[in-house]
């Protein structure tokens, strides 16, 4: 199975400030130039929502303050300019081999 | 836009079977996509149980595999999860979800006697 770590386990970011999430795969996710990574953002009581997938592709509808980037196996979720309702948990997960896998999760809090 | 909704029963006995439907709506079940079970136990992380394809290839984690059943009713537009056997670790919400895009809003299932 493809293990999947995210850092940090919790961020606390200030309002309007940017908030880097991290997440590294055990091995690439890379196949044809596409990187088979997807992440979610999840807040209490609901279901995950995906914010980006192939990397770095934002989903339509989701603010351009989300952008994902990284290839291989070292990926980020940047969210720029921080507002209240970005506080959530969010997960990278890679559908490039079966069992798809997702990551522990980042907690994202307001300073 | 497309909808999904996981129904079944929220608490089943030790040692039962867990069976869950995922009704779909705005999407046909015989789309190019495949459709995902997923689970979350209280408070953790997100684990992939499988998905099918309209035509019955399936794919499961093989953590669980010999406990699964994913299947496709084409004539409700909706797919189904069977669990088997199930323990105090099976205990989570359960979601069902078209490929990984869109998700329905959760089940959650108690293994409890």
């Known amino acids: 199975d493809i293990v999947m770590t995210q850092s940090p386990d919790s961020l606390a970011v200030s309002l309007g400030e940017r908030a880097t999430l991290n997440c590294k795969s055990s091995?690439?996710?890379?196949?044809?130039?596409?990187?088979?990574l997807a992440w979610f953002q999840q807040k209490p009581g609901h279901p995950p929502k995906l914010l980006i997938h192939?990397?770095?592709t934002r989903r339509s509808g989701v603010p351009d303050r989300f952008s994902g980037s990284g290839s291989g196996t070292d990926f980020t979720l940047i969210i720029s300019g921080l507002q209240a309702e970005d506080v959530a948990v969010y997960y990278c997960?890679?559908?490039?081999?079966?069992?798809?896998?997702f990551g522990q999760g980042t907690k994202l809090e307001i300073k | 836009q497309v909808q999904l909704q996981e129904s079944g029963p929220g608490l089943v006995k030790p040692s039962g079977t867990l069976s869950l439907t995922c009704a779909v709506s705005?999407?046909?079940?015989?789309?190019?996509?495949?459709w995902n079970w997923v689970r979350q136990p209280p408070g953790k992380e997100l684990e992939w149980i499988g998905e099918?394809?309209?035509?019955?290839?399936?794919n499961y984690n093989p953590s669980l595999e010999s406990r699964v059943t994913i299947s496709v009713d084409k004539s409700k537009n909706q797919f189904s999860l069977k669990l088997t056997s199930v323990t105090a670790a099976d205990t989570a919400m359960y979601y069902c979800?078209?490929?990984?895009?869109?998700w329905g809003q959760g089940t959650l299932v108690t293994v409890s006697s």
């Open positions: 997960q890679q559908y490039y081999s079966i069992p798809y896998t």
């Open positions: 099918i394809y309209h035509s019955g290839s399936t």
């Open positions: 192939w990397a770095s």
């Open positions: 705005g999407d046909s079940i015989s789309s190019h996509n495949w």
């Open positions: 979800a078209r490929n990984h895009y869109d």
């Open positions: 091995q690439s996710v890379l196949y044809n130039s596409k990187n088979y």
